[in-house]
């Protein structure tokens, strides 16, 4: 009973113990650490900093300050760049405050306040910039989006703004003619063995522009050129382009003509300088890419700050430029979330007696032996007839007689969960485990051995290597391998025999393609053991029953298994540039970065000028005759007077067919509204017999096709339809245009009389 009583006292005494102990934790600690959990992340901080000036001394309280102040301020820094790259600037600025609030000194929360004050910097520029292009101002909206970039390549809206732009104008050089109004003007130009200097004075007194020729530019030399309704920089690039010219802009209506030669290029065309910083790329394959694609006059390549400086023409920076921004893009990261489980389950049975396995005696001396023989721990049978027990000096057994009941169970798991990022196409590499020695000795004659250890990794060991997908998939070669040291093994006898641990080693590698966020599980990778031992005293084990009486058994069965779960999460994926980034125009094999000559559509009204005395078509004035005539001492009121009388001009609708076409032949009928103002659209119908033609473009065959006519269709202001003749009858037969509506911009009607019905002959 007072045994019972001291018990219960003792326990209660350690519980009372206990409790105070509980008790006696620091309060602020514990709000600290709820308050963190709830996530009230500054208020817990305050009271575990609280709990650190109650107690300086305490181990446990310091160690998680400082880890929980560390992960929150990742935590709200990760939260304040992801606010910043959102565009959320406001909330990413009150993050970075946050952050410097509680650690005065972070560089990183500073460099955020500064990223956010420049973005809201860019952003009012980028504003300024899509006001300038609003008002046409197309050249000052491209220098102050190139400023932007030029601090912060990844801003969002001044990327898209340079596509727009780029999209817009053909820019590819600083003197592009289309941004200059004078040159933008249609023309129509039909010259046949002209000399160039009477086109260009034309072109001169035609548009105001002024020409300056070199001494050594071939005025007499003649050409021949027949366009239509084309602007004159698109005529006079083709006309310097053919005569092997080149042009410099002067000033707004004034262009330096010159021979488009290499001395002549060395004199007039000027360089610029241009330093390109290679953010993501290694700048010396950089280099030899811009170099075997563009070949650039002169490049100097930076290692250390891995930049290149290139001097040459403006149209060969610009060209160098889109090559750097399609290449110079960040390898794709993935985050790799590995599980790794180690599972040991072992278990051991030791069970029976544990009987003596030998027993020793000796004898004692002068009884009945001789003294060297009673000397001697060894004792023969024949001391043992003469002398009896009696001369047994000590009587040793090995050891106690005992019975064993004992069964263990040990069941272990390891888990460990590594978080790595690795780029795309790079290796990762996880160990977990230790480093074991392997020792080799070095004899040498005359002075001695000497031990030296190497260390080999003996634990789990995995490697991977991720390729990320364009489609957001991750390719992972993997490659796992678990090793143990399974115990040492001598390589001979005696001292000099080398001693080498035995290391058992369990691989697996394959090659696996997950989606992002897919998780995979490697098992399998067991090792199971199993091991019986059966002792006692022989004779009697081998003997039925009584055997299993008088016998020992142990058995253990150890079973090891490793589970591997592996996540890939994309980080960044493959930047794909869109098509006008990656497709562009890269020049000629002699003339890197130049545009393209072309001559592109433009609206009907323009100028004329004919080389032949005949009358104009359409109502375009004829400087070929009006020249003959002493033009070039009038005034330019004509040239005007021209102008509005072909704009004047009534509108008109024009059928055309055939006169005759033979049976089972295919022709066309063509339907064009004649007109010099293009913002007219009009509607019709065209009718014919569907007994005798045939309707080859689809649609219904009932006589009848519905017309449309305008700027804001296809085909523009003409409509071409095809027929086949499916009558076999020699006859005629009638194409007529009916039903005629045409309105101008504003909706209002336009009186147009209608052609009259076509006749078709057949045979």
């Known amino acids: 009973m007072n045994t019972t009583k001291r018990i219960l006292i003792l326990l209660l005494l350690a519980l009372i113990t206990g409790c105070a102990m509980h008790t006696t934790r620091n309060p602020s600690f514990l709000e600290g650490k709820r308050l963190i959990a709830e996530g009230r992340l500054e208020e817990g901080l305050g009271k575990l900093e609280q709990a650190a000036r109650e107690e300086p001394d305490d181990r446990e309280v310091g160690a998680t300050l400082a880890r929980e102040r560390d992960t929150i301020i990742g935590q709200i820094l990760f939260e304040a760049d992801n606010a910043r790259l959102a565009g959320n600037l406001d909330q990413a600025e009150q993050n970075y405050q946050r952050v410097l609030n509680i650690r005065a000194s972070s560089e990183r929360a500073r460099e955020g306040l500064d990223a956010v004050d420049l973005e809201r910097r860019h952003i009012v520029l980028v504003n300024q910039a899509k006001e300038a292009l609003a008002h046409g101002d197309v050249d000052g909206a491209e220098k102050i989006v190139r400023g932007v970039l030029a601090d912060n390549p990844m801003q969002s809206e001044a990327r898209q703004l340079i596509k727009a732009l780029s999209e817009q104008i053909a820019r590819a050089e600083m003197s592009e003619l289309s941004l200059i109004t004078e040159f933008s003007k249609p023309i129509t130009m039909e010259f046949r063995d002209t000399s160039l200097k009477t086109m260009f004075e034309l072109i001169s007194r035609t548009a105001g522009i002024n020409f300056v020729f070199d001494r050594n530019v071939q005025q007499e030399a003649t050409a021949s050129i027949f366009v239509r309704d084309n602007s004159i920089e698109d005529v006079l690039k083709l006309m310097l382009l053919t005569n092997q010219l080149a042009y410099k802009v002067l000033n707004s209506n004034t262009l330096l003509i010159y021979p488009d030669t290499p001395a002549k290029q060395k004199d007039y065309q000027e360089l610029v300088v241009r330093s390109f910083h290679v953010a993501n790329t290694d700048v010396k394959q950089m280099v030899a890419m811009i170099r075997g694609l563009v070949k650039a006059r002169d490049i100097y390549v930076n290692e250390k700050l891995n930049l290149f400086v290139i001097r040459d023409t403006l149209e060969m920076i610009r060209l160098v430029e889109r090559l750097v921004a399609i290449n110079d893009f960040p390898d794709p990261e993935v985050m790799l979330d590995v599980v790794v489980l180690e599972v040991k389950r072992d278990s051991t049975l030791d069970l029976g007696p544990n009987m003596p396995t030998s027993v020793t005696f000796s004898a004692v001396p002068g009884i009945g032996t001789p003294a060297q023989a009673a000397a001697d721990s060894v004792v023969k049978m024949s001391m043992i007839k003469n002398t009896g027990f009696e001369g047994l000096r000590s009587f040793t057994i090995s050891n106690q007689a005992r019975i064993d009941f004992g069964r263990t169970l040990t069941n272990a798991d390891v888990l460990a969960n590594p978080r790595i990022r690795v780029k795309s196409r790079e290796k990762a590499k996880i160990h977990i485990g230790n480093k074991e020695p392997v020792f080799t000795v070095t004899n040498t004659a005359n002075v001695g051995s000497a031990a030296s250890a190497t260390y080999i990794d003996v634990g789990l060991k995995f490697e991977v290597e991720p390729v990320v997908r364009t489609n957001n998939e991750v390719t992972l070669k993997a490659l796992l391998e678990v090793s143990s040291n399974l115990g040492e093994k001598r390589s001979g006898s005696g001292e000099n025999a080398a001693t080498a641990i035995v290391i058992g080693t369990r691989t697996a590698e394959t090659v696996l393609e997950l989606r992002d966020g897919e998780t995979q599980v490697l098992a399998g990778l067991i090792q199971d053991d199993l091991s019986r031992v059966r002792s006692g005293i022989a004779g009697l084990t081998d003997i039925p029953v009584l055997g299993d009486i008088f016998s020992k058994q142990v058995r253990k069965h150890n079973k090891t298994e490793i589970i591997l779960l592996i996540t890939p999460h994309i980080v960044r ?79 008109s609708l024009t059928l055309r067919v055939p006169e005759s076409v033979a049976g089972g032949r295919e022709f066309t009928a063509t339907v064009r509204l004649v007109t010099q103002d293009p913002m007219l659209s009009g509607e019709l119908n065209l009718t014919y017999d569907p007994d005798t033609l045939e309707l080859v473009d689809g649609g219904e065959k009932s006589g009848m096709r519905s017309l449309k006519l305008g700027r804001d269709q296809s085909t523009g202001m003409t409509a071409v339809l095809r027929f086949k003749v499916i009558s076999t009858n020699a006859t005629s037969t009638e194409i007529a245009l009916q039903n005629l509506q045409v309105r101008d911009e504003t909706g209002q009607p336009v009186e147009v009389n209608l052609p009259p019905a076509a006749s078709i002959r057949i045979q």
């Open 573 to 651: 994926n493959v930047i794909q540039p869109n098509h006008f980034e990656s497709e562009f125009y890269s020049g000629t094999a002699s003339a890197a970065g130049k545009l393209p000559v072309t001559i592109r559509k433009t609206a009907p009204r323009s100028l004329a000028m004919e080389s032949s005395n005949s009358a104009s078509d359409g109502g375009y004035m004829s400087l070929g005759r009006a020249r003959s005539a002493g033009l070039f001492g009038a005034a330019p009121d004509l040239f005007e007077e021209a102008v509005t009388q072909a704009r004047e001009a009534s509108p």
